[in-house]
């Protein structure tokens, strides 16, 4: 490394720190000046942010203080409740993860999140993302933090050719290059700022960029092109059915998914053909088949479909209903240890990812369950 690029790296370093102290945005983990980080709270704050965006988090990350308001705290809590203040935040591994990683923790480290890397590695859901955020910003050492945003970031700045998918290693290297001898947390949250609100993915406001003097693409319409990608996969295309049985009280079968995978520990309604099913659908069915019937009933079928899209695939889904009368419940055993009806007035209650929420609010639409 020679002098002149030493000397680039801490100008880059100091524009951009001097930036933030003035266009900083005002996020609820963050501490005001004189005030001491809470490692908890950043914690917290990084396993939400995974793949969700800072505005969605901030409501849940404020209730999770608000009820849980120490690691301790939380990894004595059942996470059944942690489950349900979770529901809606999606990628719901991540609460099982922060849970887990609460009780170690709360268990192993007398509640004190440990300050190295390799140890914040060993715990679930903490990647190398995740774990040098934490070491920069709850504990401001020097951490060569890098996301998203980052990436795009430095990929305009030194104009990469190579796609995002094959330059990794290369911006993490150039990245870490530019890393300031003090302020780290400042520092990756002052990129994390630049990448948020001036560098952003479509039509970056190079004009009022801090960093344009620095950026080999900035002010040319190039710049949005920026990181060049692979092309796309076509992600595959999935078929479900999705069973609404409802009781005469006008209650709704649910159970609780206790095995791996996606959903895990959450509230579902039973469903078979797209995931974890004895037979994948090839297409959505018009009408329900004794192969295929829940508990051997006549289901109908919803004429409106609904369409759901996940990371790596996108859901067909087919609600199928049955209404039980006084006929058909004397025919019903309930296995009760794997399932259970569920009064409206009580669905707050429960851990329901958003695709058994959007599923509820067609079948209230339609007054199944509206009393």
């Not at 401001?140 to 290693?169: A, C, H, M, T, W």
């Not at 990371?311 to 209903?321: E, G, P, Q, R």
Request: some cysteine.
């Amino acid at each position: 490394m020679t002098k002149k690029n030493e000397v680039n790296y801490k100008i880059f370093s100091n524009k951009l720190l001097d930036w933030y102290d003035v266009n900083k945005r005002d996020l609820p983990w963050r501490v005001k000046a004189n005030q001491n980080i809470n490692p908890y709270h950043i914690l917290i704050s990084e396993f939400m942010l995974q793949q969700t965006l800072v505005v969605t988090v901030i409501p849940y990350f404020l209730r999770f203080i608000n009820k849980w308001k120490t690691i301790d705290d939380l990894a004595k809590a059942n996470f059944e409740e942690v489950a349900i203040s979770w529901s809606g935040l999606g990628y719901y591994r991540r609460a099982k993860n922060l849970h887990e990683t609460a009780k170690i923790i709360s268990r192993d480290y007398c509640g004190d999140i440990p300050r190295k890397k390799e140890i914040l590695l060993s715990f679930p859901g903490i990647g190398d993302y995740t774990a040098s955020a934490i070491m920069a910003i709850a504990f401001n050492i020097q951490s060569n933090v890098v996301d998203g945003n980052i990436e795009r970031i430095f990929s305009r700045l030194y104009k990469i050719e190579k796609p995002l998918e094959k330059s990794k290693k290369f911006i993490k290297m150039v990245s870490e290059k530019h890393l300031p001898g003090s302020r780290h947390g400042d520092y990756a949250q002052a990129l994390m700022d630049l990448g948020s609100l001036i560098c952003v993915p479509n039509k970056p406001k190079c004009g009022i960029c801090p960093m344009l003097f620095y950026c080999k693409v900035g002010n040319k319409k190039i710049a949005s092109l920026y990181p060049k990608r692979l092309p796309k996969k076509i992600k595959d295309q999935r078929y479900g059915i999705f069973f609404i049985l409802i009781n005469q009280n006008k209650e709704i079968l649910f159970y609780t998914n206790k095995k791996d995978g996606l959903f895990v520990n959450m509230d579902l309604l039973p469903s078979l053909g797209w995931y974890q099913s004895k037979f994948f659908l090839d297409h959505n069915p018009d009408m329900i088949t004794e192969e295929i019937a829940l508990f051997n009933f006549k289901w109908k079928i919803f004429q409106k479909k609904l369409f759901h899209v996940f990371s790596h695939f996108k859901l067909s889904c087919t609600i199928a209903y049955y209404q039980l009368d006084n006929n058909s419940c004397k025919n019903f055993l309930l296995d009760e240890k794997t399932f259970r009806f569920v009064n409206k007035n009580d669905f707050n209650k429960l851990a329901l990812p958003t695709l058994m929420k959007k599923i509820i609010k067609i079948i209230e639409d339609e007054n199944l369950i509206n009393y």
